[in-house]
């Protein structure tokens, strides 16, 4: 208990944006670059018409999204050969180590709650260049 009582807990305001490795623009929420967490990153996902992210996968830590507005296409699996497509109200899981490539086959903006068991932004995101005809 005494270690507990020199964290603190913080409001992060939204509204400071990055870009990611996968070529996928983030707006900063929870991580240990803003909050100091040490178990969990927490972003808001903004994908226009169009967008697609660079084929990856994270390394050694899961992901679980949750889908807010609009449509994506999940490309997964070791030659993105599977294709699963998330809308609004959906639960989206990614296990560690397992190569997906997000896009928006849409006209309209898709917006997702992004969830990582990674504090760190981009730490263990690993680019694959040539994954799949798609990249």
């Known amino acids: 208990m005494e270690n507990n009582r020199m964290k603190a807990c913080k409001i992060i305001r939204s509204g400071e944006q990055f870009r990611g490795k ?3 623009d983030y707006f900063a929420g929870i991580s240990a670059e803003t ?3 040490e178990g969990i990153c927490l972003h808001l ?3 226009p018409p169009g967008a697609k992210a660079t084929a990856h996968y ?3 830590h899961e992901t679980a999204i949750f ?3 609009g449509t994506i296409e999940l ?3 070791p030659n993105l050969q599977q294709v699963d497509r998330g809308q609004a109200g959906d639960f989206v899981y ?3 180590g397992v190569l997906h490539q997000p896009r928006n086959p849409t006209g309209q903006v898709s917006k997702a709650l992004i969830a990582r068991t990674d504090p760190k932004e981009q730490e263990s995101v690993v680019l694959l260049l040539e994954a799949g005809p798609d990249v």
């Open 94 to 96: 990614i296990p560690a």
């Open 58 to 60: 994270h390394q050694a």
């Open 75 to 77: 490309a997964h699996g």
């Open 35 to 37: 909050a100091g967490s």
């Open 22 to 24: 996968q070529g996928l």
């Open 67 to 69: 889908m807010l507005e």
């Open 45 to 47: 996902l903004t994908m």
